[in-house]
């Protein structure tokens, strides 16, 4: 806690620290939050609901995690290995107990007690999703509303590169050009939700962060195929450069991994479409100052409606 | 999922997935939530706000992962060896990944690639408020709201004993008298909650899952001080056998390991009130049915006020 305050003193993360609204641990990207930024940060998730939600659509809500399966059959360790979190647990009986206890007495790393569970941490919020679809769709496809607390594995003092933060989506699955046209859509009526609160959003191309020599390739082949879209709004900085909202059309990555089937049995394609809902509170911050009883009445009446 | 269903065709869990509550994976106690099951929790949670805050109470929300010192000062792996879920991730070069890619494709245990990360999963919602309050108290103590996703590791197919739940605490810190009153009054004050609710709420003396041989005089210790209070209600059965609430009060175990310091610079004491949201939101579906729009009008005018 004292070294961030320290080392960077006047930025964005130490503003939110001294106000309050973010709490401090041991652990770069892992914060607490207080009770004014989970107002905040809930207005918004009720704002998606609102602006979001279409007829038909399934609301589905997983926990912060994943059967380890859904990771070895989805390819996320091919592609993000340096991003999970597997989790591991003590199974050992009471003398092995007594040395797990006498390595953390002595300072020494005590994890080699412990092996694998069954369960990763969520990477993204529409993982679960997939698995729970597996089999053969209605003609209209499926629209399904998703959200949990996601982790990725990259500590950071940057307040909007969270390790643990809490991911919307809503996710089609369907026939292509179904899936394509939704997906598309969601690009203005994202840059429309964002610039509604008053940030100045931008869509740009983007790539997800794919892992060492050979993810140069699968990056520059996304960007190729327009496969994602970014919308981005000022965070750390004054300029429109973090990613609060993500467009991403899978094709039928996901369908293929988890055997997903249109009405007429062919790979069903999907696409989803995901808002960072820790980062869009920071960019409201960020726009509007630490008070939200401060912020626009244009601002407000959305919010507290 | 087939196997579940199969084998405990008739029991709460297997009507709870039919009813489409719960959405179930292919790891025990993992489940997905649908919009109802969501529903009823957010408002079982808007309503310990309601009956839970009192003036001056400071609103905490953290995410479901801990700083590893944490647990390693508060003396976890002590007690509860058994229920911590560690944080691994792979921090490999390209060469090695093409070994864990190569162990994952031929079906091998592919962990032994990872490292111990800085986190673990929070295992209780209070343990991140110990270590953000450490120093010395205002003289009328503090008084904490705190919720977060927690995680035990113990796989199992009762609905009530998920490896991933969320629990709500309220959390007092402060000089002994006061804390110990503070608990104590929760007794009543949770049953009354418990029971316009519906729910046939029992007080039962307790001790918390002290882990090996050594455990057995922990828990004996702690049954005789009368530190630990929960609140049953039926959840798995018809009988009120599941604690939905516990009442605890730590003395000085926590205010020692993090140095919490009253005005007067001794060791503060601290109690919890903790709510399980699931128990409960599961409580409410055993004692009034699966269909919450069929619940009586005194438990719907609480909930849907």
Not at 5 to 30: D, M, R, W, Y
Not at 289 to 294: H, I, M, N, V, Y
């Amino acid at each position: 806690m004292t070294n961030i305050t320290q080392n960077v003193e006047n930025s964005f993360l130490a503003q939110l620290i001294q106000h309050g609204l973010l709490i401090p641990s041991s652990v770069k990207g892992v914060y607490g939050r207080n009770g004014i930024f989970e107002d905040v940060l809930t207005r918004v998730d009720n704002l998606i609901t609102t602006v979001g939600r279409e007829p038909g659509t399934e609301v589905m809500r997983f926990p912060p995690v994943l059967s380890r399966e859904v990771t070895e059959q989805s390819g996320y360790m091919k592609s993000f290995p340096h991003l999970l979190g597997s989790v591991h647990a003590f199974t050992g009986d009471h003398r092995q107990h007594r040395e797990l206890v006498q390595d953390i007495e002595e300072h020494h790393d005590w994890t080699h007690h412990l092996s694998p569970s069954d369960v990763v941490l969520t990477p993204a919020a529409c993982y679960p999703v997939y698995a729970a679809v597996a089999g053969t769709l209605p003609e209209s496809g499926r629209l399904v509303d998703v959200s949990s607390y996601c982790f990725r594995h990259e500590p950071s003092d940057e307040p909007a590169r969270m390790q643990s933060f809490r991911m919307r989506e809503f996710v089609r699955i369907g026939e292509p050009e179904q899936v394509e046209q939704w997906r598309n859509q969601w690009i203005d009526r994202g840059l429309t939700f964002l610039r509604s609160l008053g940030l100045n959003a931008q869509q740009a191309p983007a790539n997800d962060p794919f892992f060492g020599p050979g993810g140069r390739l699968l990056a520059a082949s996304q960007q190729e195929q327009q496969l994602k879209t970014e919308l981005l709004a000022p965070v750390n900085t004054e300029q429109p450069e973090t990613a609060v909202m993500s467009l991403n059309y899978h094709q039928d990555h996901f369908a293929g991994k988890f055997n997903i089937l249109t009405a007429t049995a062919q790979h069903a394609h999907t696409a989803c479409t995901g808002f960072g809902l820790e980062r869009i509170t920071l960019a409201l911050f960020r726009a509007h100052g630490f008070d939200p009883t401060t912020w626009t009445a244009a601002v407000r009446e959305i919010l507290w409606p």
